[in-house]
């Protein structure tokens, strides 16, 4: 096995875009309500992550660009498809 961190992609979402992706994710009843809960849930999976052994890489995520991605995949607007979209974000910018 190798010693190199294995990295794990998290969507960070800005501030000021909170309020569009709330708009998109308002069926998500996981999706938190305002912006500094979102930052608190993702300060806790990244611990979480780390108590695994991976890296949490944070990959900053626009309105727009997931709403392309939720139009071209047919997925439904969850939390679910906001970590996948962080994910292909990742295989693009590796």
């Given at each position: 096995m190798s010693?190199?961190?294995q990295f794990y992609p998290l969507?960070?979402?800005?501030?000021?875009?909170?309020?569009e992706f709330a708009e998109?994710?308002?069926g998500d009843e996981d999706f938190p309500n305002n912006?500094?809960?979102?930052?608190?849930m993702l300060d806790a999976r990244k611990a979480e992550l780390a108590e695994e052994g991976y890296t949490a890489r944070l990959l900053d995520v626009r309105p727009a660009g997931f709403r392309r991605f939720l139009k071209e995949s047919g997925s439904g607007a969850s939390m679910n498809g906001l970590a996948a979209y962080a994910a292909l974000l990742a295989a693009y910018k590796r």
């Open positions: 010693d190199d961190p969507p960070r979402i800005a501030a000021d875009d909170f309020a998109i994710l308002a912006h500094w809960r979102w930052e608190r």
